[in-house]
């Protein structure tokens, strides 16, 4: 007894076709063997699974301990004490210098106290504040915050160079995080353990922003714009 032509749940090779030429309508299928046709499904496919699938699994996402709200914080109308006349001036106060010269980084406890330094007295109402108050400051608790920006430990970075000697806003490499209201979750590469913000959050390292990625290329062509491309030698940052 014959098969059918087209047995139930089998499509033919003029259906793979078929369906094949709707995705890539500029394909002419009918001078294309069935070797090409399954080479171009596995190569759509190994694409959608570099691309898309492996980007998504290589990293893993933790919310931060607590909110932090930038944009209120940099409000002058609803904060006391954040002065100077730019974002990057309101920003060092917090983010500061020691007097070194050294990058203090993110704030320790002792900073955030200066302002929010009794557990009975919250400056706001809000939950972030509330938490903040009684999870840290009345138990003299350092938050265990994590870092979007860590550089791996080979690298060397000196902010006073770039944001005092060179004239760079934070936002050049960080974006309008001072703006924003949520903490965005850490996304840390499981393989090396690094944030997603070093390598950007474009597997092929395509960017519209500076702030999109820290790689080293990004800063080799932010000094060559710049004019101080003998800072691209490798002991000015590998030390």
């Known amino acids: 007894m014959e098969k059918p032509a087209n047995a139930p749940g089998k499509p033919s090779k003029e259906g793979w076709l078929s369906s094949l030429g709707a995705l890539i309508p500029w394909l002419d299928l009918s001078k294309v063997g069935s070797g090409v046709v399954f080479f171009l499904i596995g190569f759509i496919g190994s694409l959608i699974v570099g691309w898309v699938i492996f980007p ?93 920006y860590r550089q791996p430990d080979c690298v060397y970075f000196s902010h006073i160079a770039h944001v005092q000697m060179g004239e760079q806003e934070c936002r050049t490499c960080h974006g309008d995080h001072g703006k924003s209201e949520i903490l965005p979750e850490y996304r840390a590469n499981r393989i090396t353990g690094y944030s997603i913000n070093i390598w950007g959050e474009n597997i092929s390292g395509w960017k519209s922003n500076p702030w999109d990625s820290m ?17 691209n030698a490798c002991f000015v940052c590998h030390k």
């Open 56 to 148: 998504m699994a290589l990293y893993s996402s933790q919310p931060q301990p607590m909110n932090f709200n930038h944009a209120l914080h940099l409000n002058p109308e609803k904060v006391d004490g954040i002065e100077g006349d730019t974002e990057t001036e309101k920003c060092l106060v917090c983010h500061q210098f020691r007097e070194d010269g050294t990058f203090a980084g993110i704030p320790k406890l002792e900073k955030c106290m200066e302002c929010h330094d009794d557990p009975e007295s919250p400056l706001g109402d809000t939950p972030e504040e509330k938490e903040f108050m009684t999870k840290y400051v009345a138990e003299e608790k350092e938050i265990p915050w994590l870092s979007y």
């Open 215 to 231: 790689k080293m290329d990004d800063c080799a062509e932010c000094h060559t714009e710049k004019g101080h491309e003998e800072n």
